[in-house]
C-alpha cells in the first residue's frame, strides 16, 4: 500500500484548503484511514479520522467543525477539506491507513503512511 497525500500550500487566516490522501492497493476501501499533523518542535497529532465506509468520523477538538473527512473508495482517495484555516493549523499533514476497519485515532493503529504535504497559514 502506497499512500500520496497533495493539496497543501500557502494561505492566509481564514482561507480553505482541500487535502487528498490517494492510496494504490486494494485493502484501502475496507480500512480506516486517519489525518495526521506535526509541526516544528512538536509531536504528531491526531486530526481526524474516518471509518472505511465513510459513515462515521471522529475530529480532534482543535479543528472540530471547521476541517471535514471525507472518502471516495471509487478512487481510493480520502479527503481533508479544511475552513477557517488558522496560523496554529500550520504544520505537515499526513494521511494514514489504520490496520482495521473502523476508526481510530491512536497512532499505533495505522500501518501505512503518506509522505505528508505541507501547509502554512499566515496570519
Known amino acids: 500500500v502506497q499512500l500520496q497525500a497533495s493539496g497543501g500550500g500557502l494561505v492566509q487566516a481564514g482561507d480553505s484548503l482541500r487535502l487528498s490522501c490517494a492510496a494504490s492497493?486494494?485493502?484501502?476501501?475496507?480500512?480506516?484511514v486517519g489525518w495526521f499533523r506535526q509541526a516544528p518542535g512538536k509531536e504528531r497529532e491526531f486530526v481526524a479520522a474516518?471509518?472505511?465506509?465513510?459513515?462515521?468520523?471522529y475530529y480532534a477538538d482543535s479543528v472540530k467543525g471547521r476541517f471535514t473527512i471525507f472518502r471516495d473508495n471509487a478512487k481510493n482517495t480520502v479527503y481533508l477539506r479544511m475552513n477557517n484555516l488558522k496560523p496554529e493549523d500550520t504544520a505537515v499533514y499526513s494521511c494514514?491507513?489504520?490496520?482495521?476497519?473502523?476508526?481510530?485515532?491512536?497512532?499505533?493503529?495505522?500501518?501505512?503512511w503518506g509522505q505528508g504535504t505541507q501547509v502554512t497559514v499566515s496570519s
Open positions: 474516518i471509518n472505511w465506509s465513510g459513515g462515521s468520523t
Open positions: 494514514a491507513q489504520s490496520y482495521g476497519s473502523m476508526l481510530v485515532t491512536d497512532i499505533s493503529e495505522y500501518d501505512y
Open positions: 492497493g486494494r485493502t484501502f476501501s475496507s480500512r480506516a
